[in-house]
């Protein structure tokens, strides 16, 4: 077996907006992840949560996690 063909979650992911945040999906559309927000700041800083730009901005950098490389142990 590959490394790619043993990969739970297989790139690539993508964001998808759904109401009150974003969803990161992988190739075979399983959800991954939700990260909500609000859609002021002051909104946000009442409730102490994230805007929904900071919303997007993780939720994008989650879905770029698969072309990271994987550190091996001991290759550190």
């Known amino acids: 077996m590959t490394e790619q063909s043993t990969r739970r979650f297989p790139p690539p ?3 998808q907006e759904i109401p009150g945040g974003y969803k990161v999906k992988d190739a075979n559309g ?3 992840a939700y990260v909500y927000g609000r ?3 002051a ?3 009442i409730a102490n ?3 929904m730009d900071e919303a ?3 939720a ?3 879905a770029k996690l698969p072309s990271f490389p994987v550190a091996r142990p ?3």
């Open 30 to 32: 399983q959800s991954l």
């Open 13 to 15: 992911w993508t964001v």
């Open 49 to 51: 949560v994230l805007t």
């Open 60 to 62: 994008s950098n989650i």
């Open 43 to 45: 909104d946000a800083d």
């Open 56 to 58: 997007r901005r993780i």
């Open 39 to 41: 859609e002021t700041r």
């Open 74 to 76: 001991g290759t550190e």
